[in-house]
């Protein structure tokens, strides 16, 4: 069995590696917390959204455990107007608590971060590592510093680090099995509507259930594509480029796998603002360049 604090000696810059393992113990504080946050509060996000009491707390717990590291530049959170400061170099970009409206469902939930070396925002290309934890069955942490994306599972009471390595350098399957799009089907675009009707007649399987990160899991293991596209009543999109968006896009590009935003990398979007979306389609190469040229050829 290996723990995190050893895998990441070998293969990861101190920095980053302390990030990592502040953002994993403090998920299981979050976690811990779940059962007694599952109300709204009268709060509403810079998107607009109501806040869940669990996005508040766990906003606060992240932003807080990760400034103490003493290496982090600033905050920046789905769940702030501005970011928090700190004395360190890393520039972090957070979605704390990723579908809370799935909270009272109990369905699962997640966390997202962006680890950047350049002030925010900026575009993905500064990214230097992100990292998911899913709320689910399991308490897991899958993340990548540039060499392939591993996942590991908090296991309590056992020796040393309580997360284990459960997958090693995971890639994208490039036979796809399962999508999951976003938004209201009548607002889809008509690309992403021909689209989706070609992936139900090649048999691929409907997985969305409202949370990205659950949604994310299964494409990185079964191979298909996840996306919330461009509506006729929202062409941005929802997801968040900074928090939500680029993180993941990351970790997609160093599983094997490519994120779009209909017609370029995401990785490469440069926005100009925290909060700013942008239409998201990621998963197995091939698919994502299909949709892609669609979209473009519309
Ligand atoms: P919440 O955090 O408000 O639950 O939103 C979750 C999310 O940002 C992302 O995780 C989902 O993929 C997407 O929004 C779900 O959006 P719809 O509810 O419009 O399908």
């Given at each position: 069995?290996?723990?995190?604090?050893?895998?990441?000696?070998?293969?990861?810059?101190?920095?980053?590696?302390?990030?990592?393992?502040?953002?994993?113990?403090?998920?299981?504080?979050?976690?811990?917390?779940?059962?007694?946050?599952?109300?709204?509060?009268?709060?509403?996000?810079?998107?607009?959204?109501?806040?869940?009491?669990?996005?508040?707390?766990?906003?606060?717990?992240?932003?807080?455990?990760?400034?103490?590291?003493?290496?982090?530049?600033?905050?920046?959170?789905?769940?702030?107007?501005?970011?928090?400061?700190?004395?360190?170099?890393?520039?972090?970009?957070?979605?704390?608590?990723?579908?809370?409206?799935?909270?009272?469902?109990?369905?699962?939930?997640?966390?997202?971060?962006?680890?950047?070396?350049?002030?925010?925002?900026?575009?993905g290309d500064n990214l230097v590592a992100s990292a998911?934890?899913?709320?689910?069955?399991?308490?897991?942490?899958?993340?990548?510093?540039?060499?392939?994306?591993?996942?590991?599972?908090?296991?309590?009471?056992?020796?040393?680090?309580?997360?284990?390595?459960?997958?090693?350098?995971?890639?994208?399957?490039?036979?796809?099995?399962?999508?999951?799009?976003?938004?209201?089907?009548?607002?889809?675009?008509?690309?992403?509507?021909?689209?989706?009707?070609?992936?139900?007649?090649?048999?691929?399987?409907?997985?969305?259930?409202?949370?990205?990160?659950?949604?994310?899991?299964?494409?990185?293991?079964?191979?298909?594509?996840?996306?919330?596209?461009?509506?006729?009543?929202?062409?941005?999109?929802?997801?968040?480029?900074?928090?939500?968006a680029a993180p993941m896009a990351f970790i997609t590009?160093?599983?094997?796998?490519?994120?779009?935003?209909?017609?370029?990398?995401?990785?490469?979007?440069?926005?100009?603002?925290?909060?700013?979306?942008?239409?998201?389609?990621?998963?197995?190469?091939?698919?994502?360049?299909?949709?892609?040229?669609?979209?473009?050829?519309?």
């Open positions: 069995m290996t723990n995190l604090d050893i895998f990441l000696r070998d293969r990861a810059p101190a920095d980053l590696s302390r990030l990592i393992l502040t953002a994993a113990s403090t998920s299981m504080q979050v976690r811990r917390a779940l059962p007694f946050t599952t109300k709204l509060t009268r709060g509403v996000n810079p998107s607009g959204e109501r806040q869940a009491e669990i996005d508040v707390y766990a906003n606060e717990l992240f932003a807080s455990s990760l400034l103490a590291t003493g290496l982090v530049s600033e905050v920046a959170s789905e769940e702030m107007a501005e970011p928090r400061r700190g004395r360190g170099k890393v520039h972090v970009a957070m979605d704390p608590l990723d579908g809370s409206s799935n909270i009272a469902t109990n369905n699962p939930l997640g966390s997202i971060f962006g680890f950047y070396s350049s002030a925010l925002p900026c575009s998911f934890v899913t709320y689910g069955p399991m308490l897991t942490l899958t993340f990548t510093t540039g060499e392939g994306v591993h996942t590991f599972v908090n296991v309590e009471g056992q020796e040393g680090n309580p997360f284990i390595l459960m997958e090693e350098s995971a890639s994208i399957p490039e036979k796809a099995e399962v999508f999951g799009l976003g938004g209201d089907r009548r607002d889809w675009i008509e690309p992403v509507e021909t689209f989706v009707a070609s992936l139900e007649a090649r048999g691929l399987k409907l997985r969305y259930g409202g949370t990205f990160v659950g949604d994310f899991n299964q494409v990185l293991r079964r191979g298909g594509i996840f996306g919330y596209p461009a509506l006729k009543n929202k062409p941005r999109g929802k997801l968040r480029v900074l928090y939500e590009k160093h599983a094997g796998g490519y994120a779009s935003d209909g017609s370029r990398d995401v990785l490469s979007i440069v926005p100009s603002a925290l909060a700013e979306t942008a239409p998201l389609y990621l998963g197995t190469a091939g698919l994502v360049k299909e949709v892609e040229s669609l979209i473009r050829g519309a």
